[in-house]
């Protein structure tokens, strides 16, 4: 009989869920479509149909000690999901929908924080207790962990770097603001980028043969290994504005490292090093050659399985320590 | 018997110090010149040389509890000053010169961070777990207050919210960075400001007949208060600079309020609501409505005093916490 937790990672069109051990090791797991247009309840019938199927895929049998949710706009503090960007969900209580099929701890965060947690426990940060994660995907998120815990601030919403104003004035962003990170650093930025740097270059570009929907980050990636120049300047234009951003994250936290996640490190060999190179260049001097930049170590495809699993594991951990103290006193 | 503990505020000209009781009244105090030049060892021995002489100034006597140590450049987790800009003593171990006077806990932190402690402890932002204290000073200096502890970060240098880059290639900073914070939002920025503006403008201005020396900021606070159309340009420039700058701040850590502090708050009048008015503007939606903008309630002149008696207060507190517990245990 092992001892797992349910690890639930919530998306706008799949959710992935697994059972986890405490090491990280994932015994079984599967995938729905969360159908984003039906109500809460909805999805979490359909999912808790699956649960018994999951267990079932164990040989020896497990106990569920917890369980963990990482999803977009996910309010560790009150256990609601507040109107969700990709969920038509409206503001509902994750937490007392979970408890009606089973009753056992649950925790949520959004998915950066997870992901920074998974990290923290099972990935390129283990052993690090001050560090920043940032996910380059569809848009940015980030997970602040500060003395070894994830940085929530007063209402449960801090950790917000994507939007932080990046360039003053600039892209329009869907959450209203101008100039946000997530417009430039994230793929759909990096594509916003490309049409940007057309519309200033006339160098021959294969990009030119694109339309906006088949300009993915795998495209332009492509063309950028193929010596595309326009690719290649929108990879170094995007280096820069996020390395600058990092710059100034490390005056705020002083971390001791930034972990990068998501689509956009499919280019990793062509972000890294010129990341770490505008982050240096922009760093307040104390900070300079001390801060490390790394790729994560998750696979993608389970990084929020992994990491709403991390946090339950942590709840149930902290849980456990604070009963030993009072046995013991 | 009064117990107290001894505050120290080291600064680039002055050194202030007090003993002060756990609920932050100030029973005894006394000013020297900190001869900047002179080695830190003299420094002290000068310093605990007053120390009876405090001590007699208390009717019913004191006992000194502990000793905590606010000054520029300090890491509360090494204990040392390292190179603080305005003082030749290179870097010291802090801790083990006052220990050679007194053998006492003693704590250290900056400057910036000690008056977010006096805030937190004895000041406008008591019984608040999450705010950003900004001094607005000769420099810009913060102290992050997250889930009631200041953040440090791994090397203990965090919070240096005055070297987060507010303009992209702006104005030179004595760090070696360009368009720091500290250049546009400090008193000098604010100076720098008029100089600016009165490049730009040519409407009448009587702070065209001041010198840089004289152009102090009650100056410009004066001139604003006359309807000198130029310094209230400039407060306006100023406030909505910083404004930015803490909607940025906001997205990373969600804080309950900002607290500020320092001299440029002798023009609250003309800095609160404008500043207040562009950080709202640049929120997060999330964050809109939610955050205070608030004047530091500590007095100028002892706050320094207060924030390293709050440091070491806090330091005691713990250790009898952690020592009951293991009593009990």
Request: aromatic share 6%; net charge negative.
């Amino acid at each position: 009989m092992k001892s797992v937790v349910l690890g639930i990672d919530i998306g706008g069109t799949n959710t992935k869920f697994g059972l986890v051990e405490q090491n990280g090791g994932i015994v079984a797991r599967q995938r729905i479509s969360t159908h984003a247009d039906q109500p809460a309840s909805a999805f979490f019938d359909r999912l808790f149909g699956k649960i018994e199927d999951l267990k079932g895929d164990v040989s020896d049998g497990v106990e569920i000690k917890g369980i963990g949710v990482g999803a977009p706009n996910a309010n560790h503090h009150t256990g609601m999901i507040e109107t969700p960007p990709n969920l038509s969900w409206g503001t509902v209580d994750i937490v007392e929908l979970i408890q009606r099929h089973i009753d056992l701890p649950v925790a949520i965060t959004n998915d950066a924080n997870a992901s920074a947690l998974g990290e923290f426990r099972f990935g390129a940060a283990k052993g690090m207790n001050h560090f920043i994660q940032i996910t380059l995907g569809t848009g940015v998120g980030s997970g602040i962990i500060e003395e070894g815990k994830l940085i929530y601030g007063h209402d449960g919403f801090a950790g917000e770097m994507g939007h932080v104003t990046a360039v003053r004035g600039g892209r329009q962003c869907n959450c209203g603001k101008k100039g946000c990170l997530e417009t430039y650093a994230s793929v759909n930025g990096l594509r916003r980028t490309i049409y940007e740097l057309l519309s200033e270059m006339t160098e021959k570009s294969g990009l030119r043969d694109l339309k906006w929907e088949e300009m993915t980050g795998d495209k332009i990636h492509e063309a950028a290994k193929n010596g595309d120049p326009v690719a290649e300047r929108a990879f170094g234009r995007t280096a820069k504005i996020l390395g600058e951003a990092m710059a100034d994250a490390a005056a705020y936290f002083s971390p001791e490292a930034f972990v990068l996640f998501g689509g956009m490190m499919g280019a990793a060999e062509l972000i890294l090093d010129p990341v770490k190179e505008h982050m240096e260049e922009n760093l307040f001097p104390v900070f300079k050659g001390k801060i490390q930049v790394i790729p994560s170590a998750l696979d993608a495809g389970s990084a929020g399985i992994i990491g709403a699993a991390a946090l339950i594991w942590g709840e149930l951990e902290k849980k456990e320590k604070a009963s030993e103290g009072k046995e013991e006193a």
